[in-house]
């Protein structure tokens, strides 16, 4: 049974930062690409960021340069640094295991003063 389970949202202020976890198990985690997805109320799901079982990355333009994704094979997760972060950047982001679409239940982040 595959289960995804994100951790490290919270509230916060325009600036600051915030570091979301994604735990996986049941999939040989190192065999596979992860992502980051968010969905902001109203809107669509949208991509966040990638990462291969090789460690190449993939940004969305929006977030270029101010989130970084990482992987720790040893501990089965999937990390997503945000910085300087937006009142935009607020939504529900979820983690994915990408070759297989399974999805976690989300952590919520909230940008504001």
């Known amino acids: 049974q595959v289960q995804l389970v994100e951790s490290g949202g919270g509230l916060v202020q325009p600036g600051g930062s915030l570091r979301l976890s994604c735990a996986a198990s049941?999939?040989?985690?190192?065999?596979?690409?992860m992502g980051w997805y968010r969905q902001a109320p109203g809107e669509q799901r949208e991509l966040v960021a990638t990462?291969?079982?090789?460690?190449?990355?993939n940004y969305a333009d929006s977030v270029k340069g101010r989130f970084t994704i990482s992987r720790d094979n040893a501990k089965n997760t999937v990390y997503l640094q945000m910085n300087s972060l937006k009142p935009e950047d607020t939504a529900v982001y979820y983690c994915?295991?990408?070759?297989?679409?399974?999805w976690g239940q989300g952590t919520q982040v909230t940008v504001s003063s």
């Open positions: 994915n295991v990408q070759a297989l679409g399974y």
């Open positions: 049941g999939i040989i985690f190192r065999r596979y690409g």
């Open positions: 990462i291969t079982s090789s460690s190449s990355t």
